[in-house]
């Protein structure tokens, strides 16, 4: 057996055998100054960024290893990162059951990123006022930027996170203001503040929040001006865009029992009382992409030598929106909702029916390849080919519809706003063509419903909007006659949710339609799908 801990350069045979790949370099020899930060500590960055700095801490391209800011669960960093030395097993699985272990070591420090670890908070506060940090890097998920309501207000937390200003802040945006107060405060240096979570804009909406909470302490008096030109100079601070692909979910079961096979002794998985799921080890698919808006006032690693594609903030804009609005996110989004009224409980055993297979080619061949932009760097077609052959299929990748459904309400403006804009925008096309993507938004506001197509009960997966949206679709019951218009009208109108009142492009009546059909009896959500397809489903190669 073989732990994680273990020593991997004086024991490597140890780790060979039980198949894993293990570093050359020692982290704790790599002792410069941290030049990349990177906040989120989750599967993810442990799957995906943590393996680019391991290519650059072993090609010499780095000289430091990477500083994991967790701000969601503090067991993470106890219980993951410090338990096994900050180490991570990245575990690659392959359609044909071949998994590839590879141990990193690249992290050289975690934190839990929170005024009341006051050592923690210290030591970040301490990098973020040397000149030598480059990058800082977030994979926090799309709402651990948002500072507002449905209705455009900030919320309460941070309106009093902007009257208590920088000191003891509680939203994970204020506290990175924060650092970037302290920064300045150290010597104006220079520094990208780089989002690589999975929407559109990402850069551009980090920027708004840091802005937003800055501003309100400059208008408290609480920061110099001076502050604020700092934040808003991109010779001084950047936010560059990204498009970033890798399916990364939660442990899996059929891996850990497959490492303690191996030999491997730390196969455990910790669910924390966070409700976090991770371990030891982290799995992914093999498939990935990371494109990066090459705009870094500090310089950067050679983040091109590990597998990152740079370029101009245009192709990273037709990247973006080529996967999060076109050829990737919107058939998760068709997958979780469908799935989780109709049981299923795995992405890859959802993909194997007939009738969820066809209609993510119907949202993405059909409906959203015409209207996207080639970016070039990744070729739209294959990109789908690749993802509804051989990615989504893949058995060991345990992803599941209820994880995809999280925060769902974050997610529609851009997974369909973005194409239904383009079929506003096209003179030869209109918004009421579409017919697979307005089933899905349907399809969505049924699972508000919280009962599955069989007519039991279900907890939604977490969404902020959940107790603002579920009071109005209630008091629906399954084949009664109701007023569907009474009931969705304050959802379909609101622009926040959908990018566009759907009233008013054309789609709020076809919506209500599929849901009155949805709501007919058990099994109408299956029986409004078939029918679907039978009328509209066009055929694709």
């Known amino acids: 057996m073989v732990k994680i801990t273990d020593n991997y350069l004086t024991d490597k045979k140890a780790f060979t055998d039980a198949g894993i790949k293990v570093p050359s ?31 650059l801490l072993e090609s010499g391209n780095l000289d430091s290893g990477i500083v994991v800011a967790e701000t969601h669960d503090p067991d993470v960093v106890k219980g993951v990162y410090k338990q096994y030395h900050d180490r991570i097993l990245r575990v690659v699985t392959h ?18 990123f929170a005024p009341d670890h006051q050592e923690e908070w210290a030591k970040l506060f301490k990098i973020f006022e040397n000149p030598a940090l480059q990058l800082a890097t977030f994979s926090i998920t799309e709402k651990g930027y948002n500072l507002w309501d449905t209705n455009g207000n900030l919320l309460p937390a941070i309106q009093e ?27 104006k240096f220079p520094i990208a503040l780089v989002s690589t979570d999975n929407f559109s804009q990402n850069g551009e909406r980090l920027q708004k929040s840091v802005l937003t909470i800055a501003q309100g302490w400059a208008e408290n008096g609480l920061v110099p001006s001076e502050f604020i030109d700092y934040l808003k100079d991109d010779q001084t601070v950047s936010f560059p865009l990204s498009m970033i692909d890798r399916i990364t979910p939660n442990p899996s079961d059929a ?16 669910h924390t009382s966070g409700h976090t799921n991770i371990a030891a080890f982290t799995n992914t698919e093999e498939t990935h992409y990371l494109v990066i808006e090459d705009d870094f ?22 990247a973006d929106e080529m996967k999060v609005t076109t050829c990737l996110n919107p058939l998760h ?28 080619k119907q949202i993405g061949y059909v409906e959203g390849l015409p209207v996207v932009t080639d970016p070039k760097v990744i070729n739209p077609k294959k ?50 063509d579409l017919n697979f993507i307005p089933l899905v938004l349907a399809t969505w506001c049924r699972y508000l419903m919280a009962i599955d197509d069989q007519g039991k009960s279900f907890t939604p997966s977490p969404d902020p909007l959940l107790s603002e949206l579920q009071p109005k679709v209630s008091d629906i019951k399954l084949g009664e006659q109701t007023d569907v218009h009474a009931h969705l009208k304050d959802i379909l109108s609101n622009k926040s949710i959908f990018g566009h009142d759907l009233y008013e492009v054309g789609l709020g009546d076809k919506v209500e339609a599929y849901f009155a059909s949805q709501i007919s009896g058990k099994g109408a959500v299956r029986k409004t799908l078939e029918e679907t397809l039978a009328k509209y489903a066009k055929d694709v190669d």
């Open 255 to 270: 891996v850990s029992d497959q490492l303690k096979k191996d030999g491997f002794e730390d196969y455990r998985i910790l």
């Open 161 to 187: 996170d902007i009257q208590n200003g920088p000191k003891a802040p509680k939203n994970n945006m204020a506290s990175l203001t924060s650092l970037m107060f302290a920064r300045f405060k150290a010597g």
């Open 383 to 432: 990109f789908i080919d690749q993802l509804v052959n051989k990615r989504l299929p893949n058995p060991y990748i345990p992803d599941m519809p209820q994880r995809i459904a999280t925060d769902t309400s974050q997610k529609l403006a851009v997974r369909y706003g973005v194409t239904i804009k383009h079929y506003v925008d096209d003179p030869n096309r209109q918004p009421s």
């Open 25 to 55: 370099y020692d982290i704790a020899q790599k002792t410069g100054a941290t030049r990349w930060v990177h906040f989120g500590g989750g599967n993810l960055f442990r799957a995906f960024h943590a393996a680019i700095a391991d290519r």
């Open 95 to 112: 359609a044909d059951g071949h998994f590839e272990k590879e141990l990193f070591s690249s992290v050289s420090d975690a934190l839990f």
């Open 297 to 318: 006032p500090n310089g950067r690693p050679a983040l091109d030598k590990a597998g990152v594609i740079l370029t101009d903030r245009d192709t990273v804009n037709d």
């Open 333 to 360: 989004t068709a997958l979780a909702v469908n799935g989780s009224l109709l049981g299923f409980n795995s992405i890859a055993k959802e993909v194997s029916d007939p009738d969820m297979l066809n209609l993510i």
